[in-house]
């Protein structure tokens, strides 16, 4: 029992979510029962999906502080960074709930201009981002050459675009190929670069795309149907 309702619960709301769509439909009025039903829940399911998150995030901060407390108090490996989490990550909710230099009272914006969040967020987290992103040009670098190492005739052509794209994106690689007239601007890195990113990516990534959302049907009626019983924590 303590499986089967649940089981039941992400069944029928599963029906109801893909049979949604074909009732709710603006030229129909909302005439009869079945349109009236659906109407309400593709009005509500997504407040109360928001509510289930809410309390997902509250579990997840809760996993941390256990999971870092737990890690600082038996000076597991790399305890002072777990020590350094929990305090940013106190400091950040505690300024955040109380909303600390912005406008008081439950109403008030937490992205206020003055608010100390939004002081932390423009001088320390954006920063500490574009850092990050900046040190991981290099670890893509060094892993494009590791993996694209000239062994067959597909890696010599992963690395060449690689190669292209990465060039192509800075100034040094629009002035080293510059030189070249209108009529093989084509070749241009920068030029060259662009086409890689709009053409054969973007073909690529629909592609990709097509095939996550076949698994993300196949997955939905697994679930729907419970086939699936993994995501309730049993046995396949």
């Known amino acids: 029992m303590r499986r089967l309702i649940p089981r039941l619960i992400l069944t029928v709301v599963g029906v109801v979510l893909v049979l949604t769509p074909f009732f709710v439909r603006p030229e129909a009025g909302g005439r009869g029962p079945l349109p009236v039903f659906f109407a309400y829940a593709d009005e509500n399911f997504s407040v109360w999906f928001n509510v289930l998150a809410v309390f997902a995030f509250i579990l997840g901060g809760a996993n941390l502080l256990r999971t870092h407390a737990l890690r600082v108090r038996e000076r597991g490996r790399d ?22 230099g912005g406008p008081p009272g439950l109403q008030g ?29 290099f670890f893509v670098a060094s ?9 067959s005739w597909e890696a010599s052509l992963l690395l060449a675009a690689a190669f292209v794209v990465l060039i192509g994106r800075t100034p040094f690689g629009v002035t080293l190929t510059a030189w ?9 890195l920068d030029e060259l670069s662009i086409w890689i990113m709009k053409v054969p990516n973007t073909a690529g990534w629909r592609s990709i795309l097509i095939g996550i959302s076949l698994g993300v049907v196949a997955m939905s009626l697994r679930l729907i149907l419970g086939i699936e019983h993994a995501v309730l924590g049993g046995r396949r």
Do not use: C, E, Q
């Open 79 to 100: 305890w002072p960074y777990s020590l350094l989490t929990l305090v940013a990550f106190t400091a950040v909710l505690v300024l955040g709930l109380f909303k600390v």
């Open 143 to 151: 892993a494009a050459y590791r993996a694209f190492r000239l062994r």
């Open 180 to 188: 070249l007239p209108n009529v093989l601007r084509f070749l241009r």
């Open 109 to 137: 914006s937490v992205s206020h201009g003055d608010s100390a969040l939004t002081w932390i967020f423009d001088w320390i987290y954006m920063p500490l981002k574009s850092t990050l992103f900046a040190l991981l040009a």
